[in-house]
């Protein structure tokens, strides 16, 4: 619609707020002395706006800033890029889980105090291992490590505040495979001595401005998997402090925030905290039920009708929704007492997954790679079992095969420049490592 | 919003981009008000309507590399905001109890005007359940004190249709209060 088109009754508005432009005002002007009604009209109109202009509406006050200030993640996209990784991990639990839930011996043994456990199904000749993808990409991951045993996010092009979220996603990564031989574990002691130096008195892990607890429930989730893979760290302690801290950090509603104190939680990073502790109390290391069932409590509360769970509250999807479906593979995971319709979720959990994973290209993301291939192969039907070959394939095309980057994945999906090569690195092993 | 305020917002953007949070803190505590305003004439209760900004703030915050100072910043923080309280209607078909809800959370604290008061929720509940498209124009214009040419900027609309459509919401504003009047 043009200015132009507008007639005098159209314009008593605009003049009110002198909003008219002269030709307007004149037309107006001789249109209100040729017509009493609109001369009326116009008078109404003027007591309607002293009306709305009197309206009193809720003030904003400091609180209101200092939330939005505290809900801003670090840097661009961290607190989207911990949320997407912290749900694709959840699925990585899914077959540890599922093995726990089912009896299974783990095949691994502790050979002696000062060797890793070799697992016993890990027999191939030596050029195969080196030929080997996953072997590869921990080689790359070998030579990245800092000499104090972290994966230093700085040395990478990334943000200081996540070298301990990183040397956990790493830690995770060797976790995820076979040993190939000695210098494997000697990655692993350190990366653990730097997360034991990194403890402080209460248990947190590094600078407590940091994303403290994005970091601190991916170290422990790491420092889980390290342990039950290698029962010879005899990291229990370390453990137990850190999952002290994580319990002294739960709000009273049973969620997690950014921050010890912090009075809004969120489910990017309670996830984290409530993956630690159902994986203490499954590899036996601490009984937190109490703890994890207020947390699960929280999770129902953010749960909408469809099964999907909101960020902060239902129905509320800041980051987007999509890794959000898959928080309903907690109900697979945790056989104890939950207050969610098992059945119901795992059926909405599928429906979800396969949606997404009709065109897996159109996701392109490491975490994403990650959770198609170890959610697709648990669902255990043959055509869920070829769209995740499908994602492997694409996975061992972008890995580096020469150079000084060998083995590695380029940090160049959308949260690489978050998480750079570690990151990257660390999610496509584990993806692969997955469907091994 | 004088053309120095357009340029500090720019600027504090731009050290936004830079690393810098205290200048985003600024936005905010500039900003906070209007968004909060707008999104309480979306059926939003108050608390909702702090979560909506809070969300809008959210999204500037993680979108700040595409700000390009080549648009107004007022712009493109009311078109996020826009866009976040289709969304939010959307998912909640906008459910008029909600507002009611919010009315009684203020009736609670305004015994001593309540003649007044009843007046002012009766004209919030009227503005409320004008069109979208109408109510935005209203909004941007009584509470967040925009000049017709910034709405026509946020909503993508002629200058001319803001003007009519600002002036078809104050008669229908004037017809609903005028029906309640002789219903009474």
């Not at chain 1, 507008?6 to 008593?12: D, S, T």
């Not at chain 1, 890990?122 to 996953?134: A, H």
């Not at chain 1, 040397?167 to 495979?177: K, M, Q």
Request: proline share 3%; no cysteine.
């Amino acid at each position: 619609m043009s200015d132009e088109s507008l007639k005098p009754e159209e314009l008593l508005a605009a003049h009110i707020h002198n909003e008219t432009s002269l030709d307007e005002e004149t037309l107006l002007k001789k249109a209100l002395g040729d017509n009493p009604s609109l001369s009326t009209e116009l008078e109404e109109f003027k007591q309607i706006d002293a009306k709305l202009s009197s309206l009193e509406l809720p003030q904003a006050g400091d609180l209101l800033t200092e939330k939005i200030m505290k809900s801003l993640p670090a840097t661009q996209s961290s607190a989207a890029f911990w949320w997407v990784v912290a749900a694709s991990l959840f699925l990585a639990s899914i077959s540890f889980f599922m093995s726990i839930s089912k009896n299974v011996t783990l095949e691994v043994t502790d050979l002696s105090k000062t060797q890793p456990i070799i697992s016993k199904s890990s027999s191939p000749n030596n050029k195969d291992l080196d030929n080997n993808p996953t072997n590869k990409a921990i080689a790359w991951l070998n030579k990245a490590q800092s000499e104090s045993g972290s994966w230093s996010a700085e040395d990478w092009g990334t943000d200081v505040k996540y070298t301990i979220g990183l040397t956990g996603l790493a830690l995770l990564a060797y976790t995820s495979i076979e040993d190939k031989d000695a210098s494997q574990f000697k990655s692993i002691s350190k990366a653990v001595q730097y997360l034991k130096n990194q403890q402080k008195e209460d248990g947190h892990f590094g600078d407590k401005n940091f994303n403290q607890l994005y970091n601190q429930g991916i170290a422990t989730v790491a420092l889980i998997k390290a342990q039950e893979k290698y029962p010879n760290l005899n990291l229990q302690n370390l453990i137990k402090k850190s999952l002290a801290f994580i319990t002294k950090s739960q709000m009273p509603k049973g969620g997690w925030g950014y921050f010890e104190k912090d009075t809004q939680a969120n489910t990017s990073i309670s996830v984290w905290q409530i993956h630690s502790l159902i994986l203490a109390k499954q590899t036996k290391i601490a009984d937190y039920s109490a703890e994890i069932k207020k947390g699960l409590f929280w999770f129902k509360d953010v749960m909408d009708n469809d099964g999907q769970f909101g960020y902060r509250r239902p129905n509320d999807f800041p980051f987007g929704r999509t890794a959000l479906n898959f928080m309903g593979s907690i109900f697979w995971l945790y056989d104890d007492d939950v207050p969610f319709n098992k059945a119901e979720s795992k059926i909405k959990f599928r429906e979800s997954l396969e949606q997404i994973a009709v065109s897996p290209k159109k996701y392109m993301n490491y975490y994403q790679f990650y959770f198609l291939t170890t959610a697709l192969k648990e669902l255990k039907r043959k055509k869920h079992f070829q769209l995740a070959r499908m994602v492997q394939n694409i996975l061992l095309k972008k890995q580096i095969k020469s150079g000084p980057m060998e083995g590695s994945w380029e940090p160049n999906d959308t949260w690489g420049q978050t998480g750079g090569r570690i990151y990257s690195t660390a999610m496509a092993t584990i993806s692969l490592a997955s469907l091994n | 919003m004088t053309e120095e305020d357009a340029n500090h917002d720019i600027q504090w953007m731009l050290e936004v981009k830079a690393g810098n949070k205290e200048s985003f803190r600024k936005i905010v505590e500039k900003y906070q008000q209007s968004l909060l305003n707008f999104f309480h004439f979306m059926h939003a209760n108050s608390q909702e309507a702090e979560d909506l900004t809070q969300d809008t703030f959210l999204k500037v915050y993680l979108y700040r590399e595409k700000y390009s100072p080549k648009a107004k910043f007022n712009t493109f923080l009311f078109r996020i905001a826009r866009n976040t309280g289709i969304d939010y209607i959307r998912k909640k078909k906008a459910v008029p109890t909600d507002f009611e809800d919010d009315l009684l959370e203020d009736n609670k604290e305004t015994h001593d005007f309540e003649e007044e008061n009843e007046k002012k929720r009766e004209l919030k509940k009227v503005v409320s359940e004008l069109p979208e498209k109408l109510k935005n124009v209203v909004v941007m214009s009584y509470y967040q004190e925009r000049k017709y040419q910034e709405i026509a900027d946020i909503l993508e609309i002629p200058l001319g249709t803001v003007k009519s459509r600002m002036n078809y919401a104050m008669k229908l504003i004037k017809e609903k209060i005028d029906r309640k009047k002789s219903d009474e």
